[in-house]
């Protein structure tokens, strides 16, 4: 059942608001997948061949040569020769191998949004007689409002219109719209 709304004032005008909803559409960010990178530390065995020399000191006795002096003989002298050898000496460097880079990727797609949107809309209704009509503009198009429930959307105006012209040529198209199909059109009503 609808609810009735009446406004009365002392100056014997009435007042209905007449509403509409506006669709708004706006962005807001939410968090997606996280990505994780951790770096730690493994350590796994490594192997590598090394040829390492090592030197001994061998004595042997021989025949002397003929071409060996004489004059080094009968005399003390000491000659001392050392062995040695090679071992692995080990140590560790350290190098940047590669880099990982963490960045986001920005792509724009577009979304087409459908929601429902209410609006007013006003009937005016007579119970003593024929309506009486008043034309209105909401918005940029004015609607002419008719007995029942009928609502039309005209043109807009034109500024060289003679005052009532304009409600003659609403009134006239409404009757041609009511009008059935082979049914001449209904002459329009005089105030």
Partial sequence: MPQRYTERSTDGIQVVPVGE????????????????????????????????????????????????????????????????????????????????VLRKQVTERTERVRETVRRDVVDVEHE????????????STPVTLLHGTEEH???????????GEEERRSLEEVGEKKAGPGQPPQPPRKP
């Fill in 21 to 100: 909803e506006r669709l708004n559409v706006a962005t807001r960010t939410v968090p997606g997948e996280v990505t994780r990178v951790r770096r730690r530390v493994v350590s796994q065995p490594v192997e590598q061949q090394v040829t390492l020399r090592d030197e001994k000191v061998v004595i042997e006795r021989r025949r002397p040569s003929a071409t060996d002096g004489r004059n080094n003989v009968l005399t003390e002298t000491v000659i001392e020769l050392s062995d040695s050898r090679q071992v692995p000496t080990v140590w560790k460097s350290l190098h940047v191998a590669e880099e990982v």
């Fill in 153 to 163: 959307r005209g043109p807009a105006p034109t500024p060289a219109a003679k005052p």
């Fill in 128 to 139: 003593n007689g024929p309506a009486e009509f008043a034309a209105k503009e909401i918005g």
